[in-house]
């Protein structure tokens, strides 16, 4: 049953890599709709552009994937790697754990907190 989820879930996986190689949402040829903190608070997340720079990336535009949202470089290699560590389990086939300290993590998190403040900054 495990491996049957498993192949599941790489199909959806790759059913949405497929969906968004197709889709821009620049043009609004996507469903989703703009983000929450975008909506509420109107200021620019560091997630926010994520959507048209990953759409950028699968198309291979990079220097244009990385001016919508420089993260994109980082986070779509290691959500990638963690999609495809737990999906590929049940086939005994096993990645090296990330192990990041919670001193390494706040300093991803104060990162990013600095990096919207600056984003955010009217200049």
Do not use: W
């Amino acid at each position: 049953m495990k491996k049957v989820l498993a192949i599941l879930a790489i199909i959806a996986f790759f059913g949405v890599i497929r969906y968004f190689y197709l889709n821009n949402p620049s043009k609004n040829e996507t469903p989703f709709a703009i983000c929450m903190t975008k909506r509420i608070a109107n200021i620019d997340c560091p997630g926010c552009g994520g959507q048209r720079a990953f759409h950028q990336l699968l198309n291979g535009n990079l220097i244009e994937a990385g001016k919508l949202n420089i993260f994109i470089y980082f986070f779509a290699p290691l959500l990638a790697y963690i999609f495809f560590s737990f999906a590929l389990k049940p086939f005994n086939i096993n990645f090296p754990d990330i192990d990041i300290s919670t001193k390494k993590l706040g300093l991803i998190l104060l990162f990013f907190v600095v990096f919207t403040v600056i984003r955010n900054l009217p200049f």
